[in-house]
């Protein structure tokens, strides 16, 4: 059986963890989780792999790798390595290093995957690179956690029903919307990604966004139509 540990050494994205049973964590959720088999002492690690666009590429479970797609994701198995490939670009995504070949360590770990807010944690051999963090051979010994990423405002899979959702500032990621309203008053910016709306799911302007969509609505139809109507291809036709 396989149990979670707490007392370990391993490297991930070229950092040393010793002892710290959260290696890193994104606002309070922790990304990977390390487990020791009770009969052979042998160390595993849990975590997912998702793609930029936040589907789940492969998940990693006790140091198997099992992609959705095994056709677009390829694994490769020896004796002390797993490898997790992407078949069309040839980039490595996770790769493992365990028994000798990990020694001194316990298990090497590389993983190249998207956190929720849309960046990238790319823990490679020797560094680990997210935004504009750059970080390489540092050791972290006998802490709670590793890492800690906080994103503030940041939603994800949620589902909200019969509210009123104020928009400025937050990101919402996977959710989905049931009778509510969506409020914006163009206080901050907003992020909607991949979220799902009902047909009675209705938008409202408040403030600084009111005076905007009165001031598109007076131009339009005071002999302006030309200069919206160039707004809004502009708006459909953004990369």
Known sequence: MWI?????????GGQTFINVPVLIQFNGESLFTIRRHEDTGDVGIDCDVYDKDG???????????????????TVDRSENHLTLTDSNTGVVLAHIKK??????????????????DGRLLDAGPDSCTLGGLFMAGNVIDT????????????????????????????????????????????????????????????????????????????????????????IIKAITTKT
């Not at 589907?55 to 994701?73: E, F, L, T, W």
């Not at 028994?99 to 929720?116: C, G, I, M, N, Q």
């Not at 001031?215 to 339009?220: G, I, K, Q, V």
């Open 4 to 12: 979670k540990e707490k007392e370990f050494k391993i490297r991930l």
């Open 143 to 230: 802490g709670a956690v590793g890492i800690s990423i906080n994103v503030p405002n940041i939603t994800n899979g949620k589902e909200f029903s019969n509210q009123e959702i104020h928009l400025d500032g937050k990101m919402f990621f996977r959710c989905k919307f049931k009778s509510c309203t969506m409020v914006f008053a163009a206080i901050a910016p907003f992020s909607l990604s991949r979220s799902d709306f009902d047909e009675k799911t209705t938008w409202r302007f408040d403030g600084a966004a009111s005076l905007t969509v009165n001031a598109m609505t007076t131009m339009y139809h005071g002999g302006f139509k030309h200069v919206i109507d160039h």
């Open 99 to 116: 028994h000798s070949d990990a020694l001194p360590l316990e298990l090497d770990v590389s993983v190249r995957t998207y956190l929720p």
């Open 55 to 73: 589907d789940k590429i492969a998940s990693v479970r006790r140091n198997n790798m099992y992609p959705g797609d095994r056709v677009a994701y």
